[in-house]
């Protein structure tokens, strides 16, 4: 198992930043109704399921799945399912 670098953790640390502010921008989130352990959490398993996406499916999506835009839209509709309808996810209800 790899080691993990301060520098693996201060450029995952970056990152989060970035995707978290484009996120806040993004037309209909308000940024009050979130917080950041929400957003890490969803960031984590949206990209987990997007890489595992692109591996099972090496030849339909040819590495064009995981992708800022696309991680984007992810958290946005998860925002909108879970805060502004107040839905949850059925694993939830388990």
Request: aromatic share 18%; glycine share 2%; proline share 2%.
């Amino acid at each position: 198992m790899r080691k993990e670098t301060s520098l693996d953790v201060c450029s995952l640390n970056y990152l989060l930043i970035f995707y978290f502010r484009c996120f806040t921008e993004m037309d209909g989130i308000d940024p009050s109704l979130t917080t950041t352990q929400w957003f890490e959490n969803h960031y984590k398993w949206i990209v987990w399921k997007l890489s595992s996406l692109e591996v099972m499916y090496q030849k339909n999506f040819r590495g064009n799945l995981l992708n800022p835009v696309n991680i984007l839209k992810q958290l946005k509709y998860r925002y909108e399912r879970e805060i502004d309808k107040s839905e949850r996810y059925q694993t939830n209800f388990m």
